[in-house]
């Protein structure tokens, strides 16, 4: 299936998409919360996490290019007067606020219009692992957020099934193990937490309604926790750069000890000095 906004939006709406945005709804819960007056902005396709995670909190929504529906453009400057494109004009106000759950438009670039520290956090689905350049994607994502703000993203495991499901959206574009999402998050200036798996259930229209996909489910989660549909981490912006100091090895010196030594006096010698 061709990753796009109908494709994301027909796979939520069916039983497997449900369940999976439930599993991933029960790992957003055990973090904290936005607060009332955070910014949160979703990027890439976040409606079915967004609205239970940022809650009462504002956000704004951002798609990339690469899974926009095609004919659909980034929205253009407003015509004055134009009561057809005052939601434009709301938008040059105040960039990239969007109310309601419109989304934005971005190139590959990941050229937000947004200042420095706008935002609070930012969740990303469907996103890291279509972005044509990520380590581009993750640096204009530092230079958004706030001082430790933070960043959660959600991308296929590499070890999973679903990686392999070329039949849901987590079957397309670059899957990652705990090791490369470690890595790439470190190197972009972010330290990050535990990262967790989830959707442990056969990626199969199925999953609900028969045994085997139910005795799979517990059996994967307890037995091959590792081997879960999707990683999901929660990143901080790091306001400081690691030190680099030469990698010095000890070396072993032999230095002779001049410990004192007392002379052992024979009774003759003193006998023969006296004569």
Not at 56 to 64: A, E, G, K, N, Y
Not at 181 to 195: H, M, R, V
Not at 232 to 238: D, L, P, S
Request: glycine content about 8%; hydrophobic content about 40%; some cysteine.
């Amino acid at each position: 299936m061709p990753v796009t906004l109908a494709s994301l939006k027909n796979f939520y709406r069916s039983p497997l998409g449900k369940k999976l945005a439930q599993d991933c709804a029960h790992g957003l819960a055990r973090l904290s919360p936005p607060g009332k007056e955070d910014i949160i902005m979703g990027l890439g396709y976040t409606r079915p996490y967004l609205e239970k995670f940022a809650g009462s909190s504002r956000s704004l929504v951002f798609i990339p290019a690469a899974i926009s529906n095609p004919g659909i453009e980034p929205p253009g400057p407003a015509a004055p007067g134009n009561n057809a494109d005052k939601r434009h004009s709301r938008k040059q106000a105040a960039p990239g606020f969007v109310a309601g759950p419109e989304p934005v438009i971005v190139e590959e670039d990941y050229k937000f219009p947004l200042n420095d520290a706008a935002v609070e956090c930012v969740l990303a689905v469907h996103a890291l692992e279509f972005s044509p350049n990520a380590p581009i994607m993750l640096r204009e994502l530092w230079r958004i957020l706030v001082p430790n703000g933070r960043l959660i993203l959600i991308v296929p495991n590499r070890r999973g099934l679903w990686a392999h499901a070329e039949k849901t959206p987590f079957g397309h574009g670059q899957p990652y193990s705990r090791r490369q999402l470690a890595e790439i998050l470190s190197g972009n200036g972010f330290d990050f937490g535990e990262i967790y798996e989830y959707a442990h259930f056969l990626p199969h229209k199925t999953c609900r309604s028969t045994l085997f996909s139910q005795a799979y489910e517990k059996l994967a989660r307890h037995f091959f926790p590792y081997f879960g549909g999707v990683l999901m981490v929660e990143a901080q912006k790091r306001l400081y750069n690691p030190l680099l100091t030469a990698n010095t090895k000890r070396r072993l010196s032999f230095l002779p000890d001049f410990a004192p030594q007392t002379a052992s006096l024979k009774p003759q010698n003193f006998a023969q000095t006296a004569k």
